[in-house]
């Protein structure tokens, strides 16, 4: 759906966005995720055909973003909810939506019915008629989310969509993206909130500036840190840390009475350390797996990259 090839944005002298390389396939949830500054916002205009690039190339379903011609028929395959949402502020709710909705040539029914169904669903439908200068920025955030979804694009750019929301109306954005990849739609989510990437992203690629690295919120965490196996035993002597030595762990330490090792795959490796410490005469009372969060990988991708 999304096909990246070195693109590259400069600004003057500073380099927003490095020599991007990725795809996003059809009716993935794709979380690009980094700290201020990233480079987030300024890929998306990119990819949205907002603005230029400076090198390299993007393609949407097959449509070049460098080509006037095709940035029309991107244009209105996507839907966009920038960062700052940009109403007309003396138009009321409702007529905001009917602007956009005529602006891409929606069919009068399907946009009517759109804005009816997405206003309810987001609880704004009592609040149609009022102007949206008065509307506080969550509920602004709202409505550039209809904004974008009235004439049913396949793909979806949302650019740190909860950023302004309440926790209760967080979810309801969280809940539409998802049923909106139930629907077969494509999301690239720009977020720099590790939690909401985790729960709602099949991939996360993290950037800044340049791509560091991209993977399954899973995968992530393992290809960074590996797991830990924590065995605890009744006590611990010198002959049981020798067993665990002998086979020879990558990193192990430690804590009271548990052991704390550093393994790749702990299915393979767990029986073999369980093994060794009882035949030392260790008498084991747990074992279990110990993950890091996804937020101390992130944490340190980006410190390991600056
Ligand atoms: N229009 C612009 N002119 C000059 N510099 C810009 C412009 N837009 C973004 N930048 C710079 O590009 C870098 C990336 O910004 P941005 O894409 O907004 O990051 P993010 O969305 O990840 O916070 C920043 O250093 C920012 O200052
Ligand atoms: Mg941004």
Known sequence: MIDVQNLTKRFGDTTAVDSLTFHVDEGEIFGFLGPNGAGKTTTVRMLCCLISSSGGAAKIAGFDTASDEDSLMIRKMIGFVPDNVGLYEELTAYENLELYGRLYECPTPQRQANIESYLKMLDLWEKKDRPAGGFSKG???????????IHDPQLLFFDEPTANLDPESTKVVRDLILELKQQGRTIFLNTHDLDEAQRICDRIGIINTKLLTINSPEQL????WGSQTV????RIDEGLLDAVRQRHPKNFSVEGNRIIIDVDDPQKENPGYVSALIAAGGS??????SNPDLEEAYLKIIKDSE
Request: proline share 0%; net charge positive.
């Open 221 to 224: 965490k393992q290809s960074i």
């Open 231 to 234: 065995i605890q035993l009744e």
């Open 284 to 289: 084991i009372q747990s074992v279990t797996e």
């Open 139 to 149: 509920m602004k955030q709202k409505l550039a989310l209809i904004r974008a979804l």
